[in-house]
């Protein structure tokens, strides 16, 4: 920042309208929401207290989390290989496989979550396929556990990893690991102590953004869990709607808006040590 | 320049918000059309059908249906001050609490002169529409069930199993699977409940949300056995229940605290409506539902008796709902049912 003030351009009074309206229609109903977990019935932290000392939200915080990793976990193992292969591919190429990455979210997130059901289900197409094969003799039970709500999270979210991560990788100026392959390093070491490194803020970003999707995730959860994965979403759900215990669910929604943003703090970070 | 076209906007914007708010305020000469939220499904269709077509036949007013109708919408238009609708469906505990928490009107039974009814359907702060019962269903290809204590028992009737993800159905299910007598229910034992509901909860595959839930799971064959509510599995093919230990409910109409005096002066002519027999046989052919008129058994379809859950042969089986007991308790249970969930 320099000494003098920064003039603030005149074009930026077209801003202001929509800047309000976000303000009015958007950021003030959640503060006033989010004040409700302070100041109902009388100003009190009991609301935090009764969170807190809850086991019960404790375990729900804690498996969402736990669910958040392992999908993170599980979008880069798949998503990294994905996107260094499309960075390999001809312009033409990269071009078909960036539209199919992106094709998912032409089609609802409802009607794929329960497309899922008809492929996992008990008389589903896998389970069929594998009884025919012979591999199982009982159908495995995919849906309404953890492992499902993983599966039909990490195939929502994948594509939110990939294509950061695939324009990120495109920048890599190519000349720095044909420096280093002339340097006489082999193609293994090119790829972990150049590219790699050089990839891993983007990486970082889209992980940390599959986090906190996945962590106030409320539909595929929701339909895939069959009730039996509980997540914070899940929680503020019954909170409000069948229990209309607004108060609680304002403090529990205050909780996790502050993991989102701790974590977003984290990205910006990474962001910032990496342009040094 | 800029801030010229800015100020103009602005106010442009305003004279043409406030316009548009002006065509809005109530008190208007005469109703023409109201809105009401029900549960939606086969079930709105058995209102419509049933009862709004008289009731616009009747007197020239359009009913609009919205649904679904979770008590936590109710307690935002009460609270916000801004009743868009003068009918709400409640179940008998949603009723219950909002009771209690003063979120209703009083019922103008006066204005609706109702034809006879069950004296449980005729409350003050709601109208029982409709009764449904929550019973046993399964596979036509599973070992058939008769009680409660069978669909608990998975040795000897092996297979999956759902149950409805709503304490106020499954605690009582699991305190008659128990053996306690239906008239004895109430208050609920619940580590009783909770002790057999721990028992079953392995072979849990899916805590149903909605409705239509049940029927479909037994059609994939993702259960075997499900608990359900009686309209959705009666004379489905492939899907055998019995009412024997159902339970019975009621759903009820309330009108929210703050409605518009003509809107509702409106709704309890409809409401008039929804007591009448005939009205009642008709919605009943839709879904198997049936209302709370004493004469609706003779207008019933014969062949179909069976699929009633307030007819001679059904009625006497079942458990009916005590709301009063769970709007004092439900804040206890509500806990206790978050630790079970979760395995605790």
């Known amino acids: ?90 312009p033409e190429r990269q071009v078909i496989a960036a539209t199919l990455v992106v094709l998912p979210f032409w089609i609802s997130i409802l009607v794929r979550t329960y497309a899922w059901i008809v492929v996992l289900g008990n ?7 594998l009884q025919e094969i012979g591999v199982i003799t009982a159908p495995i039970s ?57 990839s891993l803020p983007a990486l970082a970003a889209g992980a940390i953004l599959v986090f906190i999707l996945t962590f106030g995730f409320y539909i595929t ?23 209309a215990r607004w108060e609680a669910a304002a403090a529990l929604s205050a909780v996790l808006l502050v993991v989102t943003l701790a974590c977003f703090a984290l990205s910006r970070w990474i962001g910032a040590r990496a342009a040094q | 320049m800029v801030r010229r076209t800015i100020v103009r906007a602005t106010v442009v914007t305003a004279l043409a918000a406030s316009l548009s708010l002006m065509g809005t305020l109530p008190g208007q000469a005469k109703v023409e059309e109201f809105r009401i939220v029900e549960a939606g499904g086969k079930s709105g269709e058995s209102i419509e059908k049933g009862y709004i077509t008289p009731f616009t036949e009747k007197t020239g007013i ?29 179940g008998s505990t949603s009723m219950a609490i ?57 040795e000897a009737f092996p297979g999956k199993r759902t149950l409805p993800d709503n304490f106020t159905l499954a605690i009582p299910m699991a305190l008659l699977a128990d053996g306690v007598e239906p008239d004895k229910l109430y208050p609920l034992d619940l580590d009783r409940a909770f002790k057999k509901l721990n028992e079953l909860k392995a072979h849990i595959a899916v805590w149903w ?71 009642q046989a008709k919605a009943a052919e839709i879904v198997s539902y049936t209302g709370p008129s004493p004469k609706l058994d003779a207008l019933l379809p014969k062949d179909r008796l069976a699929e009633f859950p307030t007819t001679e042969q059904n009625k006497g089986g079942q458990a009916l709902s005590q709301p009063t007991w769970w709007a004092e308790n439900r804040d206890k249970v509500e806990r206790r049912w978050q630790e079970f969930k979760l395995g605790m």
Not at chain 2, 210 to 220: I, K, M, R, T, Y
Request: some cysteine.
């Open chain 1, 221 to 243: 959860p929701a339909v895939l869990g069959g009730g039996r994965v509980p997540m914070v979403a899940n929680a503020l759900d019954l909170l409000i709607n069948q229990f």
């Open chain 2, 62 to 90: 359009k009913v609009v249906r919205e649904n679904p109708n979770p008590l936590g919408k109710l307690k935002a238009m009460v609270e916000s001050g801004n009743i868009t609708v003068p009918l709400y469906e409640l």
């Open chain 2, 209 to 279: 949300t909605a409705g239509a839930q049940p029927p479909q799971l037994l059609q994939d064959n993702e259960v075997q056995y499900a608990a359900s509510y009686s309209g959705r599995v009666a004379g489905m093919p492939g899907i055998e229940m019995t009412y024997n230990q159902g339970l019975l409910d009621l759903a009820y109409f309330v009108v929210p605290k703050g409605a518009d005096p003509e809107e509702k002066a409106a709704a309890m002519k409809l409401l008039h409506e929804m007591s009448v027999a005939e009205n």
């Open chain 1, 1 to 90: 920042m320099t000494g003098a003030a920064k003039r603030v351009p005149a074009e930026a009074g077209y801003v202001l309208p929509l800047l309000v309206l976000m303000l009015v229609v958007f950021v003030a109903p959640i503060l006033l929401m989010l004040a409700r977990s302070f100041t109902h019935p009388e100003p009190t932290l009991a609301h935090y207290r009764a969170l807190f000392e809850t086991a019960v939200y404790l375990r729900i915080l804690g498996r969402t989390m736990e669910i958040a990793a392992i999908t993170t976990g599980l979008c880069i193992l798949l998503g990294y290989p994905l996107a260094y292969w499309m960075r390999s591919l001809s």
């Open chain 1, 142 to 198: 995919f849906l309404y556990n953890e492992l499902g709500v993983i599966i039909g999270t990490t195939n929502v979210l994948l594509p939110f990893l990939v294509l950061p991560l695939f324009a990120a990788m495109l920048k890599i100026d190519e000349r720095l690991l044909q420096a280093a392959a002339s340097l006489g390093a082999p193609p293994r070491t090119i790829f972990w102590r150049v590219f790699f490194p050089l």
């Open chain 1, 123 to 129: 008389a589903g197409v896998v389970n069929r396929m």
């Open chain 2, 98 to 154: 909002a009771e209690a928490a003063g979120m209703l009107e009083p019922l103008d039974w006066e204005a609706i002169d109702p034809d006879p009814m069950f004296d449980e359907a005729k409350k003050p702060y709601g109208f029982g529409y409709q009764y449904y019962s929550t019973l046993l269903a399964w596979r036509a290809d599973a070992k058939p069930l008769k009680t409660w204590a069978d669909f608990f028992d998975v």
